[in-house]
Structures are given as structure tokens and as C-alpha cells.
């Protein structure tokens, strides 16, 4: 009689979670599932988004695309973008945890400091910072009679420093929030043990806060290294892939592809190739420091 109704509840329980989550996974499904096949299926074609007729040409666009000097150069900037924007953003966030957490005076200012810039939206910061480099730091210049060149938009050697910068001062925060809850975490008998054992401030980082720290820097490399390669909505506000095609990424070229050039085929052959990257780029970051983090 108990099993009956322990099974009884349990199927009532299966079913009550199934309700939960079926709405998330219907919107999932509907909004990037659906769409992900259909990019797959029109990226075989050569249709233009318009008309009825979808010519199948095979593998042609995805052979088109490695001949294609446009989009090469937009992975080159999307590939230099991301690795430089993995590593600063890492870094800057790592150590402005450590010193949250070293116990400086008014913690909780400077947390919602660093946090709030990521609750804007990127469309927003491009252009707030788009007019620091054109009007308000040149102001700031000319009154200072000082010579520092702050138009880093305008300039192709110049943009991505400018980019960057404006990309690490809405992400720094929120990366910084997950290491500072990751140092929490630390047993502070570590950083006991390790006294003891005579280790000074540089030693107890590299061997005690960095092993502990792996998970949490799974989480962010793989978070940081994906969302750069998907840049997209800062360029639209800031430099519209420009000066020239000098910050134009895979996912602005894709979209003046398919929507402005009308070769909807095309465009979907290069977001499939993005999706593949992305995939590719997970599984190897994640399969890698996993293994780290066991060894730890």
C-alpha cells in the first residue's frame, strides 16, 4: 500500500515538474531550436528571404565562404576580440575579487559599482561611450591643453582598443561578482595550513586561491569566450563595423549579409558555421579545465 502511494506521488511530482518546465522548453524550442534547423536547411539553398523559390546548390555557400575576404576579416576581428577580452576581462575581474575580498571598507558600494554597468544594455553603452570618444573626452582634452588621441572609434588601428574598453567596463563587474563568490567559498584552514607552511600572499594565490577557483573559472572563461564571439549589439550603437570594415565580427557581417544584401542562403551558411565554432569552442574550453579542476 505505501509503494502505491509513494508511486502515486511520485508520478503526481513528474508530471507537476513537467508543467514547470514545458513553458521554458516550448519557447527554447520555438525560438532557437526551430530556427537553428531552418538555418541549416536554407543554408543549402541560394534563396534571397523573399521569394517562394529556394534553389538547393549543395555545399556551395559554405565553400563560397572560405573564398570570401569579408567574411575571413570579420573572424579576424571576432578571433582578436575574444582572446584579448577572455584574458583582460579574467584577469581585471580575478583581482578585483581578491581585493573585495580582502576586507577593504565599504564592499557593498563597490560591488554594485562594478555591477551595474552589465544591467544596461550593450546597444546603450556603445552609444554613451561612443560619445566619451567623440565629444566629451576631446573637451576634457582641449581644456586640459593636453594631446592624448581619444577618438578610438575613428581610427582602424585604434577601434578595437576603443571597443574593448567599453566591453570590459559592462562585463568586468558581473565576472567579478562569480570569483568573489568563488573566494567566499575558499575554507579559510587553507589559507591557515599554508601560513603555517610559510607561504607569503603570491604563493597562497597560485596554490591555494587559483585551485580552489576552478569552477568558477570554467564558468567564466567558457561565458566570456562565447558572448565575444557572439559581439554583435555593441558594434550596431558604437562604430557600425567600421571605419571601413575595420570591427566588422562574423555576426554583423552575417546580418549585412542576409538582411541588407538579401542572401538570406548565404547568411545562413555563416551562422551555421558561427554555431559550429561556438560548439566547438565550449566543448574544448569546458572538457580542458574540467580536467583542471579534478586535478585540483
Given at each position: 500500500?505505501?509503494?502505491?502511494?509513494?508511486?502515486?506521488?511520485?508520478?503526481?511530482?513528474?508530471?507537476?515538474?513537467?508543467?514547470?518546465?514545458?513553458?521554458?522548453?516550448?519557447?527554447?524550442?520555438?525560438?532557437?531550436?526551430?530556427?537553428?534547423?531552418?538555418?541549416?536547411?536554407?543554408?543549402?539553398?541560394?534563396?534571397?528571404?523573399?521569394?517562394?523559390?529556394?534553389?538547393?546548390?549543395?555545399?556551395?555557400?559554405?565553400?563560397?565562404?572560405?573564398?570570401?575576404?569579408?567574411?575571413?576579416?570579420?573572424?579576424?576581428?571576432?578571433?582578436?576580440?575574444?582572446?584579448?577580452?577572455?584574458?583582460?576581462?579574467?584577469?581585471?575581474?580575478?583581482?578585483?575579487?581578491?581585493?573585495?575580498?580582502?576586507?577593504?571598507?565599504?564592499?557593498?558600494?563597490?560591488?554594485?559599482?562594478?555591477?551595474?554597468?552589465?544591467?544596461?544594455?550593450?546597444?546603450?553603452?556603445?552609444?554613451?561611450?561612443?560619445?566619451?570618444?567623440?565629444?566629451?573626452?576631446?573637451?576634457?582634452?582641449?581644456?586640459l591643453g593636453t594631446n592624448?588621441?581619444?577618438?578610438?572609434?575613428?581610427?582602424?588601428?585604434t577601434v578595437l582598443s576603443?571597443?574593448?574598453?567599453?566591453?570590459?567596463?559592462?562585463?568586468?563587474?558581473?565576472?567579478?561578482?562569480?570569483?568573489?563568490?568563488?573566494?567566499?567559498?575558499?575554507?579559510?584552514?587553507?589559507?591557515?595550513?599554508?601560513?603555517?607552511?610559510?607561504?607569503?600572499?603570491?604563493?597562497?594565490?597560485?596554490?591555494?586561491?587559483?585551485?580552489?577557483?576552478?569552477p568558477a573559472i570554467t564558468?567564466?572563461?567558457?561565458?566570456?569566450?562565447?558572448?565575444?564571439?557572439?559581439?554583435?549589439?555593441?558594434?550596431?550603437?558604437?562604430?557600425?563595423?567600421?571605419?571601413?570594415?575595420?570591427?566588422?565580427?562574423?555576426?554583423?557581417?552575417?546580418?549585412?549579409?542576409?538582411?541588407?544584401?538579401?542572401?538570406?542562403?548565404?547568411?545562413?551558411?555563416?551562422?551555421?558555421?558561427?554555431?559550429?565554432?561556438?560548439?566547438?569552442?565550449?566543448?574544448?574550453?569546458?572538457?580542458?579545465?574540467?580536467?583542471?579542476?579534478?586535478?585540483?
Amino acid at each position: 500500500m505505501k509503494k502505491r502511494m509513494t508511486s502515486g506521488m511520485e508520478r503526481k511530482m513528474s508530471r507537476q515538474y513537467l508543467i514547470l518546465v514545458l513553458p521554458g522548453f516550448i519557447i527554447f524550442t520555438i525560438g532557437l531550436i526551430v530556427p537553428l534547423f531552418l538555418s541549416i536547411r536554407y543554408s543549402v539553398t541560394s534563396w534571397d528571404g523573399m521569394s517562394a523559390e529556394k534553389v538547393f546548390v549543395g555545399f556551395q555557400n559554405y565553400i563560397d565562404l572560405f573564398h570570401d575576404k569579408n567574411f575571413l576579416d570579420s573572424w579576424w576581428f571576432t578571433i582578436k576580440f575574444t582572446v584579448a577580452n577572455t584574458i583582460i576581462q579574467n584577469v581585471v575581474a580575478l583581482l578585483f575579487a581578491v581585493a573585495l575580498d580582502s576586507g577593504i571598507k565599504a564592499q557593498k558600494f563597490y560591488r554594485a559599482a562594478f555591477f551595474i554597468p552589465c544591467l544596461i544594455s550593450a546597444v546603450i553603452v556603445g552609444f554613451v561611450w561612443l560619445k566619451l570618444f567623440s565629444n566629451v573626452l576631446p573637451a576634457i582634452n582641449d581644456w586640459l591643453g593636453t594631446n592624448f588621441n581619444f577618438l578610438l572609434f575613428g581610427d582602424p588601428k585604434t577601434v578595437l582598443s576603443g571597443l574593448l574598453i567599453a566591453n570590459n567596463w559592462q562585463w568586468i563587474g558581473y565576472w567579478m561578482l562569480i570569483y568573489l563568490a568563488g573566494l567566499q567559498s575558499v575554507p579559510a584552514e587553507l589559507y591557515e595550513a599554508a601560513r603555517v607552511d610559510g607561504a607569503g600572499p603570491v604563493k597562497r594565490f597560485f596554490n591555494v586561491t587559483i585551485p580552489m577557483l576552478a569552477p568558477a573559472i570554467t564558468i567564466c572563461v567558457v561565458g566570456i569566450t562565447t558572448g565575444s564571439l557572439k559581439v554583435y549589439d555593441l558594434l550596431v550603437s558604437s562604430t557600425k563595423g567600421g571605419p571601413g570594415r575595420a570591427s566588422t565580427s562574423v555576426i554583423y557581417q552575417t546580418y549585412a549579409t542576409a538582411i541588407n544584401g538579401r542572401q538570406y542562403g548565404y547568411g545562413s551558411a555563416m551562422t551555421v558555421t558561427l554555431v559550429l565554432m561556438l560548439l566547438l569552442v565550449a566543448l574544448i574550453q569546458v572538457k580542458s579545465l574540467k580536467k583542471k579542476e579534478v586535478q585540483a
